[in-house]
C-alpha cells in the first residue's frame, strides 16, 4: 500500500512538472522567488509528513525529499503560470468597436463560466480563431469543431439573435449571401403562410360532358390538376371512388387530364446531380400524383423460395417481373443484388436474386418516364378498381363548356399547414415547388415560375422592407444559385415569431433530437429548438428556433458553403448547444439591431399585419381562398 502511495505521489509531480513548460520561464522564475514563503511551509508541511514514517520508508527518504521538493516548486510555479496567463489575458481583451460588439461580448463574457463547463475539447482554438470569436461572439467551442473539421470560418456564416428582435449575440460573416441548400424552405413556407393564409386548400374537381346510361358515360371525363401537393394514392382513390358511387363504371370516350395550371418549363429530371430515378428529383406539375414517385414492395414467400414484387400504385401499360428468386447472401445494401432495369418505362424487370434476411422492403422510385406518370397513375388506379375506358387517356385543358356543368366529384386537400409540416420536418422538395407555384397562381393567374418569385419579392418587401431579399429559384431549395445571407434569413425568422401564423410556422420545423429530420441529432437537450435542415455537396446549413435555459427564444442561423461543407454539422450542433445553456442572469440583448437583423417593433399590444393589403383574401376562410383563383 504504501509503495503504490508513493508511486502516486511521484506520478502526480511529474504532470506537475509537465504542465510547466507552457509558462514563460521568466515569469515562472519571478513567481518562485516571489512564492518563498509558500515554498517553505510546503517544506514544513512534508518534513513534518516524513517525521511520522517507519524505518523502512526512510529508506526512501532521499528520493522523496528529491521529490517532495520537485512537487512543491512545480504546484508554485503553476500557481504563476496560470496567475500570469489571466493577467495575460485580462490586459490583451480587445475594446468593443460597436454596439452589436459590445453586446456580443457583453453576452459572452456572462456566459463564459457555463460555456465553458458545457464544451470539453482535446484542442484549443488558434489564436486567430480566439481573435475571430471575441469580435463576433462566436463560442470557441465552435471554433474549435470547424478547427477540426478543416472546414475554414470564411466559408461559414454564423448568427445568434433574440427572437422578439435586438442586437445578435453571434456575428459572423452574416452578410455574405451563401446557398442554403433546403433551408430556403423556411422563406417558401413563410411567405405561403401569410400569401396564401393557414387554412389555404387545394381543389382537384372532377367534370363529365356526356349522359350516363346504365352504369356507362356516353363521354368524356375531366380531372383539373390546380396545384395540389399532395394528391397521394390513397386520395386519388378516395377521388376515383367519388366517380364510380356517381354510377360511372365505363368511359365511353376519354379520360382527359388538365394540368394547364402551372406553366413550367421542359424538366430534366438529372440535371441537378445525374440521379434522374430519386424522387427527390421530381418536377412539379399541376396534377401531381403520388410525388410522380412509385413504390416497388418485396415480400418474401419461404415455402415458394421465392420474393413477391408489388407496385404502387398500379401504372397501367407497365409491366413488372412477378417474383425474384430468394438467396441467403446478408441484407446490406439489398437493392443492388435484385438487378433491377429500370430505364424502360413499359417494364420493370429483375436480373438477380432477394436476400431472404431483409424480410419486407419497400423501394421508391421516380417514373422513368415522369411526363406520363399521371397518365398512367390514374389510368391504372381506376381499371384496379374495375374501372373501364373505352378512349384515351390524353392531356388537354377542360372546355369553359363544360366548366359551367356542375362538378361532378372533388378532391380537397389538407390545409396548408399539413402541407408545410411535411415540407420542413421531412425537406420534401417537390411539395415546396408546388407551394412555390401556388403563390404566383392565386396572385396572379398563372403558376410560373417568374410569377412565383413576383409574389414572393412583393411579399418580403411588405414584411421586411429594405432588407436584401433571398435569390430563390424552384422555392425548395435544390439548387446551385439559391443564395441568402444570415442577417435577411435572421431578419424573416425575427419577424415570422412576431407574426398571427407564429405557431404554425415553428411547429412544421424538425424538433431537434426528436422527429423529422433531426431526429437523430446529438444536441444535448433534445427537444428545446426547432430548426430546419439543409445539405447538398458544398452547402450545409441550419436554422430556427432555440429556446434557452434562460427562457428565452433565439433565431439561430448557421450556413457554411465550400468543399466539405456538410462535415460542418457538429459546430451547427455546438452553436444550438451554446444558445441552449444561455443561463438565466444572461442581460438582455441591446436594444440597437444589427444590420439585416430586424428591431424590435413599435410598443403596441396589437400585432399589425401588412397583408390585408398588399394581398386581399390571404387569409380568407379556404373556400373563399379557391374561389378566387382562377379557373384553367
Known amino acids: 500500500m504504501e509503495h503504490k502511495r508513493f508511486a502516486a505521489f511521484k506520478h502526480d509531480s511529474v504532470v506537475r512538472l509537465h504542465c510547466m513548460r507552457g509558462c514563460p520561464a521568466p515569469h515562472a522564475a519571478f513567481y518562485l522567488l516571489s512564492g518563498t514563503i509558500r515554498a517553505i511551509c510546503c517544506f514544513a508541511l512534508c518534513a513534518l509528513f516524513m517525521s511520522f514514517r517507519s524505518r523502512f520508508l526512510y529508506r526512501f527518504s532521499a528520493l522523496r525529499w528529491r521529490t517532495g521538493i520537485l512537487a512543491c516548486a512545480a504546484a ?57 470569436a471575441a469580435a463576433t461572439g462566436v463560442p470557441p467551442a465552435v471554433t474549435a469543431t470547424l478547427a477540426r473539421a478543416h472546414i475554414p470560418v470564411d466559408q461559414v456564416s454564423l448568427l445568434v439573435a433574440p427572437a422578439d428582435g435586438g442586437a445578435p449575440l453571434v456575428n459572423l460573416h452574416t452578410a455574405t449571401p451563401l446557398n442554403p441548400a433546403s433551408v430556403m424552405k423556411l422563406v417558401t413556407t413563410a411567405a405561403a403562410l401569410d400569401v396564401l393564409g393557414a387554412a389555404y386548400t387545394w381543389r382537384t374537381p372532377v367534370w363529365a360532358d356526356g349522359a350516363l346510361h346504365s352504369n356507362t358515360l356516353r363521354g368524356n371525363l375531366y380531372i383539373q390538376g390546380q396545384g395540389d401537393p399532395k394528391l397521394v394514392v390513397e386520395r386519388l382513390w378516395l377521388l376515383l371512388q367519388q ?40 418536377a412539379p406539375d399541376a396534377l401531381l400524383v403520388n410525388f410522380k414517385s412509385l413504390v416497388l414492395n418485396f415480400t418474401p414467400d419461404p415455402t415458394q423460395g421465392t420474393a413477391r414484387v408489388g407496385m404502387t400504385p398500379p401504372l397501367a401499360g407497365v409491366e413488372v417481373t412477378p417474383t425474384l428468386p430468394l438467396s441467403d447472401a446478408d441484407c446490406g445494401v439489398w437493392q443492388n443484388k435484385v438487378g433491377a432495369a429500370l430505364g424502360n418505362s ?23 418516364a415522369p411526363e406520363e406518370f399521371a397518365a398512367r397513375a390514374i389510368a391504372g388506379m381506376w381499371l384496379s378498381m374495375g374501372g373501364n375506358i373505352t378512349g384515351q387517356v390524353r392531356f388537354a385543358p377542360v372546355p369553359p363548356a363544360v366548366r359551367q356543368r356542375g362538378v361532378l366529384a372533388e378532391s380537397i386537400s389538407p390545409p396548408l399547414t399539413e402541407m408545410i409540416r411535411d415540407i420542413n420536418k421531412y425537406s420534401n422538395n417537390v411539395m415546396a415547388s408546388q407551394v412555390f407555384l401556388t403563390m404566383g397562381l392565386h396572385t396572379r393567374g398563372t403558376g410560373s415560375y417568374d410569377s412565383a418569385n413576383a409574389a414572393m419579392q412583393q411579399w418580403w418587401r411588405t414584411r421586411l422592407g429594405d432588407t436584401p431579399p433571398p435569390v430563390i429559384s424552384n422555392g425548395s431549395g435544390l439548387s446551385r444559385t439559391d443564395r441568402i445571407s444570415a442577417s435577411s434569413l435572421g431578419a424573416m425568422l425575427q419577424a415570422m415569431w412576431r407574426s398571427p401564423s407564429m405557431s404554425e410556422f415553428v411547429s412544421s420545423m424538425p424538433i431537434a433530437g426528436i422527429d423529422g429530420t433531426l431526429r437523430r441529432s446529438r444536441v444535448r437537450q433534445p427537444g428545446s429548438s426547432h430548426l430546419k435542415t439543409g445539405t447538398l455537396n458544398n452547402a450545409s446549413a441550419l436554422a430556427g428556433y432555440v429556446l434557452a435555459n434562460n427562457g428565452k427564444h433565439y433565431v439561430l442561423v448557421a450556413m457554411a458553403n465550400g468543399p466539405g461543407a456538410p462535415g460542418a454539422r457538429p459546430a451547427f450542433e455546438a452553436l444550438v448547444d451554446w444558445t441552449m445553456e444561455l443561463a438565466a442572469e ?24 401588412p397583408f390585408a393589403a398588399a394581398f386581399p383574401g390571404a387569409y380568407a376562410p379556404s373556400d373563399q381562398a379557391a374561389d378566387t383563383t382562377p379557373e384553367h
Open 346 to 368: 413499359r417494364a420493370i424487370t429483375f436480373g438477380g436474386s432477394y436476400p431472404a434476411s431483409c424480410g419486407s422492403k419497400s423501394w421508391a422510385l421516380a417514373y422513368a
Open 243 to 282: 366517380v364510380r358511387q356517381a354510377g360511372i363504371h365505363t368511359i365511353e370516350g376519354d379520360l382527359v387530364l388538365d394540368n394547364t395550371a402551372f406553366a413550367l418549363p421542359p424538366h430534366e429530371a438529372g440535371a441537378f446531380d445525374g440521379e434522374p430515378l430519386r424522387p427527390y428529383n421530381a
Open 586 to 609: 444572461t442581460p438582455a440583448a441591446a436594444p440597437t439591431p444589427a444590420a439585416g437583423v430586424a428591431a424590435d417593433p413599435a410598443s403596441s399590444s396589437v400585432v399589425q399585419d
Open 76 to 132: 508554485v510555479a503553476l500557481t504563476a503560470c496560470k496567475a500570469n496567463t489571466d493577467a495575460t489575458t485580462a490586459t490583451s481583451a480587445p475594446a468593443a468597436s460597436s454596439p452589436a460588439a459590445t453586446a456580443s461580448q457583453a453576452a459572452s463574457s456572462a456566459n463564459a463560466a457555463s460555456a465553458a463547463a458545457a464544451h470539453v475539447f482535446d484542442d484549443a482554438p488558434t489564436p486567430e480563431l480566439a481573435e475571430l
